[in-house]
């Protein structure tokens, strides 16, 4: 007998898992859905009165009878107040007129809001969810002082949470593995309600510097984050593990998705997410109004769709495209199974990355169900990992989010292209290869092996999130391993 015990358990650790909702919870609540299946059984740690601005209870379905979940109560407030007391984002400017009409007592109340925020941004560091770290190492140390655990698993944003899981590796010597789902100080960069100056910035990198010392295995979504972070961990002498495990589609998500309809016009592209700093509409709405300018009879057989949270700034940018005929739909976060149907049906599927430092290193989790979609996809990105990724595979047109007039050509041309499918009768059926891989065709004469894939692997090889929990599971085994040969 080889000594090693034939099932293991982690704790795992994460502040968004059902019923919260997002996209950062699909990450944890896949990988614990999985686990199981490789030999982990998965104690959460998770928070029992969530402050987040959605909920999502379909992903409830993905907690399996093997995942045990323990929940401590937070003291932030609730995220209405809590969206009131933080730094605010990008504001729209009100006109001279307006300010000069404030009276003195609003300007007060202002004032005092403004001390409010930056009050919180200093004590409550590194973001308001420190709050529910007492109570999450009290009942994560009492889990692990009953004994059983293997390995303790931290995800974060919230970054806080890496902070309890230092504690706990420090108490109890269990292996610690960080998972950044996000860059931790190229994320506070961007935060809009995060931002504090360079200061602040500085701050946040010292308490990254010592939770990668004291981890034994970091994950990154990003070749890019993996190889910041590995220079990183040499740097305060850690000699941790680093992989990167992308993020992911499940095949389980897809198997009841319908076939996209019948097309007809107007053509419609889908933009699925959160648009903010980050993901900024405004190289799209700039092509679109190039097109409208350049050829107005198409603006009517065109429509956007956005479904996700929007920026106060996002939705101004959104409203330049009002008078010009060109249909804007805009829907707030919907259920996880709801926007997979509404990205089926696309005619085409919108990516955006803004041009900014680091953002090289950044991709958007949506990009792996597009990719299982095997829908057109419009990428506007800068030079990076994301079009590296999408480099492989047909289907997909990339350009920099600067290329106005060539983004308004794609957009015009698949206009041009739908109506003369309508006119021909080319376009009264679809079909499309399934996530599983099976049959391929394509969706309308000129765009055969529009869903074959350039890589000669499949999707579902790369991606799938039952294959990269396999990998999580190897990282763990690895971990373990070592910690008993130092034993």
């Not at 000594?3 to 944890?28: C, D, F, I, N, T």
């Not at 970091?218 to 190889?227: D, K, L, N, Y």
Request: charged share 25%; glycine share 10%; with cysteine.
């Amino acid at each position: 007998m080889s000594g090693k015990p034939s099932v293991r358990r982690v704790l795992y650790v994460s502040y968004a898992y059902p019923p919260v909702g997002g996209a950062g919870v699909q990450r944890s609540v896949k990988f614990t859905k999985y686990l199981p299946a490789y030999g982990w059984l998965p104690t959460v740690l998770t928070v029992a009165n969530p402050s987040v601005p959605v909920f999502d209870h379909d992903l409830v379905r993905d907690v399996g009878s093997e995942v045990t979940v323990v929940r401590a109560r937070t003291w932030e407030p609730g995220y209405g107040l809590k969206g009131w007391l933080l730094p605010p984002g990008r504001r729209v400017a009100g006109s001279e007129s307006e300010a000069t009409a404030r009276s003195m007592g609003a300007w007060f109340r202002e004032r005092a809001v403004s001390v409010a925020r930056r009050v919180v941004r200093v004590t409550l560091h590194p973001d308001p969810q420190v709050l529910w770290n007492g109570a999450a190492f009290r009942r994560g140390a009492g889990l692990l002082r009953r004994g059983g655990y293997h390995a303790i698993l931290v995800t974060g944003p919230p970054f806080s949470s890496f902070l309890v899981g230092r504690r706990l590796r420090r108490r109890f010597g269990v292996p610690l593995v960080l998972d950044f789902r996000d860059e931790w100080v190229l994320g506070q960069r961007y935060f809009e309600n995060l931002r504090g100056g360079g200061w602040d910035e500085a701050r946040h990198r010292r308490r990254l510097l010592r939770v990668l010392a004291a981890a034994d295995g970091v994950v990154t979504t990003t070749e890019g984050s993996r190889a910041e972070l590995e220079r990183t961990c040499r740097q305060v002498g850690s000699d941790a593990v680093v992989r990167c495990i992308t993020n992911g589609f499940d095949p389980d998500d897809f198997d009841a998705v319908p076939k996209p309809a019948r097309r007809r016009l107007p053509y419609r592209i889908v933009y699925i997410g959160t648009l903010w700093t980050l993901t900024d509409v405004t190289p799209l709405v700039d092509a679109v109004l190039r097109l409208v300018e350049q050829e107005p009879d198409l603006a009517s057989d065109l429509e956007l769709e956005f479904v996700g949270r929007r920026t106060a700034a996002q939705d101004v940018a959104l409203d330049r495209l009002r008078g010009t005929g060109v249909g804007v739909r805009r829907e707030d976060y919907l259920p996880h199974d709801e926007a997979v149907r509404r990205a089926a049906g696309a005619d085409g599927l919108c990516l955006l990355l803004a041009d900014r430092p680091g953002a090289e290193r950044v991709v958007p989790g949506k990009v792996f169900e597009y990719l299982a979609l095997r829908r057109p996809i419009l990428g506007l990105l800068p030079s990076g990992e994301t079009r590296r990724i999408l480099g492989g595979e047909s289907g997909v047109a990339t350009f920099g989010p600067e290329q106005t007039g060539s983004i308004a050509k794609w957009l015009g041309d698949a206009v041009r292209r739908r109506r003369s499918e309508m006119s021909s009768g080319v376009g009264e059926s679809v079909s499309r290869e399934s996530v599983h891989g099976e049959s391929v065709h394509g969706e309308a004469a000129g765009e055969a092996g529009l869903y074959e894939s350039d890589s000669g692997e499949s999707i579902r090889s790369r991606y799938s999130r039952v294959v990269l929990t396999g990998e999580l599971a190897r990282l763990l085994d690895e971990l373990v391993a070592a910690a008993v040969c130092h034993r």
